[in-house]
């Protein structure tokens, strides 16, 4: 008797704990250099874009633009909008910010990936990525936030 009582009652904390949890989230940010071509990688494996990447952050010639790779997800978000705000230091030493903003869908039950794209002239601008911060409204309520270490 004892036993089905403990998973009974095991059973309805699991349900409350999960229905009561954020109604979306930032699951992974990646940020990434372009090359002049569009390019992140030039090989289809992990090393050879972190590879890349590190030729990228070594030489600012090279470089032609920046995307945001961000893996999320929500459960009930009717129309969520995911933000993507960058800082980055200029030649002058003056930090430049800039706040992109992409509408996004849902697409079934899991996690998805969406990409933003830092238009030319904000890339321009903005030289060399310092800190970033993702996060993901519904209206006005924030869902997730995830932030690089310098925020």
Request: charged share 20%; net charge positive.
């Amino acid at each position: 008797m004892r036993r089905p009582l403990t998973i009974l009652l095991s059973l309805v904390v699991f349900v409350s704990v999960a229905a009561a949890g954020p109604a979306g989230k930032i699951i992974k940010v990646l940020p990434q250099y372009l090359d002049t071509e569009g390019r992140t990688t030039l090989a289809p494996s992990l090393y050879g874009r972190d590879a890349y990447q590190a030729q990228l952050l070594a030489k600012p010639e090279l470089r032609g633009g920046l995307v945001f790779n961000v893996q999320w997800k929500s459960k009930s978000a009717a129309s969520p909008r995911i933000f993507v705000e960058a800082r980055g230091v200029v030649r002058n030493s003056v930090i430049q910010s800039f706040v992109w903003e992409k509408p996004v869908t849902r697409h079934g039950w899991f996690s998805q990936w969406e990409t933003i794209t830092v238009p030319a002239a904000h890339f321009k601008q903005l030289e060399t990525l310092s800190a970033w911060r993702v996060t993901i409204w519904d209206g006005n309520q924030l869902l997730g936030e995830q932030k690089s270490f310098l925020w």
